[in-house]
């Protein structure tokens, strides 16, 4: 046998184990789904982490604890290897960014058991680019060109694509990235598939900029002023002394209304621009009922994790925005969300909730904040696993087969 022949037969051994895998996981799959949407399955499996009876914070608790079981035994996600520091595998850890970096190291690192190093195997293909750090070292303040961004995009698709056969199986639909930078949907839409097929998980999660929730998924913004997380809780009920308050700069048209509505306006709204100096922002929101998250120039805002740190209800202010996980948390349990028309009728809205379902909601509010916590190693359940399983969940809506045939 020649070469060219020898190389052909390879190719063709080759293509057959790759389509073994493939068969393997989407029977899989078809069984995991089957498995989740079976009420009774798992009934009697002990789960020490999850109470199903605390559900009302859930959308389908039963569901989501079948579905989440799934993903621990299955979920496999291949990371590309190419690419260098400090632009792809890494990013920030802290500050506002740091939900984009934390994911990143942590999906690197070895020990993580829904890592592969076979991409046969992967049902999930992890493209490891940090967009915050693009900006940082591509991207010249006040230009306003992005074209280095683009081609380091567009030709690192275009390596994956030739190198592997992965991307071209799928069009990208089985492949990830991940952004809590402003410019994370522009950086996608350089390369047209990435933006229309991959999943794409956003901070910026905002529906009317292409953010589609059947595909992609919404990232919560986590603001880590130092790295580490900060202190949880705050007062019972009773001892929350503030209706609501909110503080930030003037960033969009909307926390404009806001803060021209209700600034210096009424001693139950306390809004600032910026607080009087000895005040404490953490501790305005822990002593409040409630916490304004106004969107800023772009729909995420860190106020709504903040605001769930500190056990204050998250009052949602904006236009097109999709709450983290939230095909599976019933946001309405544990927020109020107001459209911009109703800024004016702030205080008349919140202080028509009783008391005792304000309570209910705040109780709530302490059940949901697990899952937003930023763990070192991360821990069941928390915003690391809850992000794998909004990827898991649109991994299930997949058939590879369907592309590859």
């Known amino acids: 046998m020649g070469n060219h022949d020898q190389r052909i037969s390879n190719r063709r051994r080759r293509r057959r184990k790759s389509n073994l895998f493939l068969e393997k996981i989407e029977a899989r799959l078809v069984k995991a789904r089957d498995i989740i949407m079976n009420k009774n399955s798992n009934t009697s499996i002990k789960d020490w982490d999850f109470n199903p009876r605390l559900g009302s914070i859930y959308r389908n608790p039963r569901g989501f604890h079948r579905s989440y079981l799934e993903m621990e035994k299955v979920l496999k996600i291949y990371v590309y290897e190419e690419g ?24 690197e690192k070895e020990k993580t058991v829904f890592r592969t190093r076979d991409p046969n195997r992967a049902l999930l293909y992890f493209l490891p680019f940090s967009v915050v750090r693009m900006v940082q070292y591509l991207y010249k303040d006040g230009t306003n060109d992005l074209s280095s961004i683009k081609t380091t995009v567009v030709d690192y698709v275009d390596l994956i694509s030739r190198k592997y056969p992965f991307w071209n199986r799928t069009l990208g639909a089985d492949h990830f990235m991940l952004s809590c930078h402003d410019w994370g949907p522009k950086t996608s839409s350089f390369v047209p598939s990435l933006f229309h097929n991959s999943i794409r998980v956003l901070c910026n999660a905002n529906t009317s900029e292409g953010f589609k929730p059947s595909k992609d998924a919404s990232l919560p913004e986590i603001n880590l002023f130092t790295g580490e997380m900060t202190s949880l809780g705050g007062p019972s009920p009773s001892k929350r002394t503030t209706l609501a308050f909110f503080a930030g700069r003037l960033h969009g048209h909307i926390r404009s209304l806001l803060l021209k509505r209700w600034k210096n306006n009424d001693t139950d709204i306390q809004v600032y621009e910026t607080l009087p100096r000895g005040v404490s922002y953490i501790e305005m929101l822990r002593n409040s009922k409630f916490c304004l998250c106004p969107s800023g120039y772009e729909v995420a805002s860190p106020r709504v994790v903040e605001a769930i740190y500190a056990e204050c209800v998250p009052v949602l202010i904006s236009d097109g925005y999709i709450p983290p996980f939230s095909d599976v948390l019933n946001w309405k349990a544990f927020s109020v969300e107001i459209k911009v028309k109703d800024i004016p009728r702030i205080k008349e809205i919140l202080m028509g909730i009783s008391s005792s379902h304000y309570v209910r909601m705040q109780r709530r509010v302490k059940m949901a904040q697990r899952h937003f916590v930023v763990n070192d190693p991360p821990k069941r359940y928390d915003v690391f696993h809850m992000t794998l399983h909004s990827l898991w969940l649109r991994r299930l809506n997949i058939r590879v087969a369907d592309y590859y045939s």
């Open 84 to 107: 260098e520091g400090p632009i792809f595998h890494e990013g920030p850890c802290k500050n506002i960014y740091s939900s984009e970096g934390r994911f990143i190291n942590e999906i």
